[in-house]
């Protein structure tokens, strides 16, 4: 049977709508997450570190960047994730044992191949943007050739110092496409390494951005994280937590009334 002009518009918009309705239900898949491994941490991320996502890991020099690093690894390792650290400032035995010390013993992840660990000397850049700008161009090129979910840079500082900064934003924006491959990149660094204006500029292309600071309660000093920026978050207070870092439990928040006793 033949079909009239009124009924193939009217097909044609059920169509339409069916495509409609099949991109709206995309956009709307659920995030997915890389536990920290810590309840209380993610909770504070409203689940963790979103799945395909660029994430800024911003403070000073023992503020806790690095343990919270370790807390992700752990925490993918233990989701059947695999997972590569390249690091400027650490050996891989160095970073193996202080996972070690924290009851976060991974060797068996990285004897198997489930972790990688690449270590990178970069102490020979300092002052030298083309070597600072060359590098970050072999680290991109690793990052997009590896086949871990999850990359870890530790730290970028020593290279962002000496690395033009058109050369560290491309890096960043590279690093973004890279995330739309379902790779999850975690990257940090101490602040002093970029002006005020770069680091807005870093912020922005970032999916999510946490700040570590050590601050002086009374006569403690306390180590905070504040979730500037974090993709997919459904809320805005409640940004701040403070924790402390101790060999029996790692990483653990402490609650914000034992932090102004």
Same mark, same amino acid.
């Given at each position: 049977?033949?079909?009239?002009? &009124?009924?193939?518009?009217?097909? *044609?918009?059920?169509?339409?709508? &069916?495509?409609?309705?099949?991109?709206?239900?995309?956009?709307?898949?659920?995030? &997915?997450?890389?536990?920290?491994?810590?309840?209380?941490?993610? $909770?504070?991320?409203?689940?963790?570190? =979103?799945?395909?996502?660029?994430?800024?890991?911003?403070?000073? $020099?023992?503020?806790?960047?690095?343990?919270?690093?370790?807390?992700?690894?752990?925490?993918?390792?233990?989701?059947?994730?695999?997972?590569?650290?390249?690091?400027?400032?650490?050996?891989?035995?160095?970073?193996?044992?202080?996972?070690?010390?924290?009851?976060?013993?991974?060797?068996?992840?990285?004897?198997?191949?489930?972790?990688?660990?690449?270590?990178?000397?970069?102490?020979?850049?300092?002052?030298? =943007?083309?070597?600072?700008?060359?590098?970050?161009?072999?680290?991109? &090129?690793?990052?997009?050739?590896?086949?871990?979910?999850?990359?870890?840079?530790?730290?970028?500082?020593?290279?962002?110092?000496?690395?033009?900064?058109?050369?560290?934003?491309?890096?960043?924006?590279?690093?973004?496409?890279?995330?739309? $491959? *379902?790779?999850?990149?975690?990257?940090?660094?101490?602040?002093?390494?970029?002006?005020?204006?770069?680091?807005?500029?870093?912020?922005?292309?970032?999916?999510?951005?946490?700040?570590?600071?050590?601050?002086?309660?009374?006569?403690?000093?306390?180590?905070?994280?504040?979730?500037?920026?974090?993709?997919?978050?459904?809320?805005?207070?409640?940004?701040?937590?403070?924790?402390?870092?101790?060999? *029996?439990?790692?990483?653990?928040?402490? =609650?914000?009334?034992?932090? $102004?006793?």
């Amino acid at each position: 049977m033949g079909v009239n002009s &009124e009924e193939a518009l009217f097909l *044609e918009n059920e169509t339409f709508c &069916e495509e409609v309705s099949d991109n709206s239900e995309t956009e709307r898949k659920p995030l &997915e997450f890389i536990s920290s491994g810590n309840l209380e941490i993610d $909770k504070k991320l409203e689940g963790g570190v =979103p799945i395909g996502s660029l994430c800024l890991l911003e403070g000073a $020099k023992d503020s806790g960047k690095s343990v919270f690093m370790q807390q992700i690894i752990c925490g993918a390792l233990n989701q059947d994730k695999k997972v590569l650290a390249l690091t400027t400032e650490k050996t891989s035995r160095k970073l193996l044992n202080n996972m070690e010390s924290l009851k976060q013993d991974i060797s068996d992840y990285f004897i198997i191949g489930r972790l990688r660990i690449f270590e990178i000397n970069a102490s020979y850049v300092e002052e030298s =943007p083309e070597l600072s700008n060359n590098l970050l161009g072999r680290m991109l &090129e690793c990052v997009n050739d590896c086949e871990e979910e999850l990359i870890l840079i530790d730290s970028l500082t020593i290279l962002a110092v000496s690395a033009s900064e058109n050369t560290l934003l491309n890096f960043f924006r590279e690093c973004l496409k890279l995330c739309d $491959k *379902e790779k999850t990149i975690l990257i940090s660094v101490h602040r002093y390494a970029f002006s005020q204006e770069v680091l807005y500029r870093l912020r922005s292309v970032c999916d999510s951005c946490l700040e570590l600071r050590i601050e002086q309660v009374g006569d403690k000093l306390i180590k905070t994280m504040e979730i500037q920026k974090l993709r997919g978050a459904k809320k805005t207070t409640g940004n701040m937590l403070s924790f402390d870092v101790n060999s *029996e439990y790692g990483l653990k928040i402490i =609650p914000v009334s034992k932090v $102004k006793a």
